[in-house]
């Protein structure tokens, strides 16, 4: 099996872009489709991105997700950073036994 | 609007079960596989386990296997999680989560999840 690596931690200024990748261990990033959660404290995650690309309703433009087949990674990205982005945010895939791999989470801080 | 509501978390001694329960509502639930995720204090998220439409698959990670059981009921839309020989290391919150679609494990929504302790 694979596993995700994600930064434990990134911060970024309110209105900048912040950028937080997760790096697959061992096949093709490609070859599974990437998700993306917000958590903040106390609350359920909720997905951002899905299908390494895709937002779910009612998530702004700001967020975007891809893709890197020569890093293998993943990669989210906010932009126009507002202070309520502050969250942590899980990457996550799955193997090709239905089984959901998260990565280990990275906590934004909008400075 | 889709509605995930997950209960049956509590204090429990090693060694000891629980019955972890998702009641659903706002979708077909039977179109849809579903899964139980778990968080670890202070740490990432972690599948636990996951059944398909019709109850004839289940998947489970390696540290439940064997110890933990995933059930479903179509026509009350409810899943379960029945947790056995309850280690300290399960303690977390458990979060019930709906799979957008067949052949992409992807969570599209969350329960609020349900606190489990598992100490003596």
């Known amino acids: 099996n694979f596993i995700l690596t994600q930064p434990l931690s990134v911060s970024g200024s309110p209105g900048k872009t912040v950028t937080i990748s997760c790096t697959r261990s061992?096949?093709?990033?490609?070859?599974?489709?990437v998700q993306w959660y917000q958590q903040r404290p106390g609350n359920a995650p909720t997905p951002v991105i899905y299908?390494?690309?895709?937002?779910p309703s009612g998530v702004p433009d700001r967020f975007s997700g891809s893709i890197d087949s020569s890093s293998n990674s993943a990669s989210l990205i906010i932009s126009g950073l507002k202070t309520d982005d502050e969250a942590d945010y899980y990457c996550?895939?799955?193997?090709?036994?239905?089984?959901?791999?998260f990565g280990g989470g990275t906590k934004l801080t909008v400075l | 609007e889709v509605h995930l509501e997950d209960s049956g978390g509590g204090l429990v001694k090693p060694g000891g079960s629980l019955r972890l329960s998702c009641e659903t509502s706002?979708?077909?639930?039977?179109?849809?596989?579903m899964a139980w995720v778990r968080q670890i204090p202070g740490k990432g998220l972690e599948w636990v386990s996951t059944?398909?439409?019709?109850?004839?698959?289940?998947y489970y990670a390696d540290s439940v296997k064997g110890r933990f059981s995933i059930s479903r009921d179509n026509p009350k839309g409810s899943v379960f999680l029945q947790m056995n020989s309850l280690r300290a290391e399960d303690t977390g919150v458990y979060y019930c989560?709906?799979?957008?679609?067949?052949?992409?494990?992807?969570?599209?929504?969350w329960g609020p999840g349900t606190p489990v302790t598992v100490s003596s």
């Open positions: 989560a709906r799979i957008n679609r067949f052949g992409v494990v992807y969570f599209d929504y």
């Open positions: 706002g979708f077909m639930f039977v179109t849809h596989y």
């Open positions: 059944i398909s439409t019709s109850s004839s698959y289940e």
């Open positions: 061992s096949g093709n990033i490609a070859d599974d489709y």
């Open positions: 299908e390494d690309n895709k937002r």
């Open positions: 996550q895939s799955y193997d090709r036994t239905n089984r959901g791999i």
